[in-house]
């Protein structure tokens, strides 16, 4: 008994090194957001909210923050929509050889290296005529999106009592009726943290959005890397700690659905 409760003590101990490890570098940016100075020098000599009014004050700053905050919904939307039902039809074909290839082929964006992926759609849209267009970006995010969106319904998918839906239609209720009054609502918190996830992997792209940018239409990402090669503005780490906190909040509501679904 004392071995097991030392073991778990010191996984916590590592797991808890570990995570310092990898916030303490991002972390340093949110001091920096509140310095005084018009340059980053760590740790900060004063501490001044005029960074975050700059931010609001400024039209390119939050002209960009509005493109990715649209874009993103649009493309959790989309997402959501093309994975769940993606994951509902890999589901039933599970026995069949190419619903092998084809999950494979959904979740090819999250194992291609994001470069390689960019340049393949820069490619693509330069034919179509699709750079820098509102259309472009919701199509290129989506392909992005869509992956996370298959894992977290699939794993709902996982643990649905299929039984329900099998006596739904043996009730006389159609597909579509038995999918929106007894599947859906089973598979609720996997497709609403699909959503999540998605919403936050097009909140967060930028490689991808690099390529595929234009001067009239930018998203967050892409105009604070601009700052970056230009200038050391702190406003670029006010930008970045309200990114993060936008993040952490609806990853943390995502995972709290997870957990919610497994207590269920």
Same mark, same amino acid.
């Given at each position: 008994m004392k071995h097991s409760v030392l073991t778990r003590s010191l996984l916590w &101990? #590592? %797991? =808890?090194?570990?995570?310092?490890? /990898?916030? %303490?570098p991002t972390a340093v940016v949110i001091p920096l957001s509140f310095t005084d100075k018009a340059s980053l020098n760590f740790p900060p000599a004063g501490w001044s909210l005029r960074w975050y009014e700059n931010f609001f004050q400024d039209p390119a700053w939050m002209s960009a923050f509005g493109n990715? &905050? /649209?874009? !993103?919904?649009?493309?959790?939307?989309?997402? @959501?929509?093309? =994975?769940?039902?993606?994951?509902? =039809?890999l589901q039933k074909w599970t026995r069949r050889r190419a619903a092998k290839s084809l999950q494979a082929l959904l979740l090819a964006p999250i194992v291609v290296p994001a470069i390689i992926l960019a340049?393949?759609?820069y490619a693509i849209f330069l034919q179509a005529q699709?750079?820098?267009?509102?259309?472009?970006? $919701?199509? %290129?995010?989506?392909?992005?999106?869509?992956?996370?969106? $298959? $894992?977290?319904? @699939?794993?709902?998918?996982?643990?649905?009592?299929?039984? /329900?839906?099998t006596a739904a239609a043996s009730l006389g209720a159609n597909r579509w009726t038995t999918f929106l009054k007894v599947t859906l609502p089973g598979i609720l918190p996997g497709v609403v943290s699909g959503a999540l996830f998605a919403f936050v992997t097009s909140f967060d792209e930028v490689v991808l959005?690099?390529?595929?940018?234009?001067? #009239? /239409?930018?998203?967050?990402?892409?105009?604070? #890397? %601009?700052?970056?090669t230009r200038?050391?503005?702190?406003?670029?780490? !006010?930008?970045?700690?309200?990114i993060m906190l936008l993040t952490t909040v609806i990853i943390a509501v995502g995972l709290l659905s997870m957990r919610r679904r497994k207590n269920v």
């Open positions: &101990v #590592y %797991a =808890g090194l570990v995570a310092f490890v /990898l916030i %303490a990715s &905050v /649209l874009v !993103a919904v649009v493309v959790a939307a989309l997402a @959501t929509a093309v =994975g769940t039902a993606a994951s509902v =039809g340049i393949g759609v699709m750079l820098g267009t509102f259309a472009g970006f $919701v199509l %290129a995010h989506t392909v992005l999106a869509v992956p996370f969106v $298959v $894992v977290s319904v @699939t794993a709902a998918l996982a643990g649905f009592d299929q039984r /329900l839906a959005s690099i390529f595929i940018k234009s001067p #009239y /239409l930018e998203t967050l990402p892409v105009k604070m #890397y %601009a700052s970056v200038d050391t503005d702190p406003t670029i780490a !006010a930008a970045a700690t309200m």
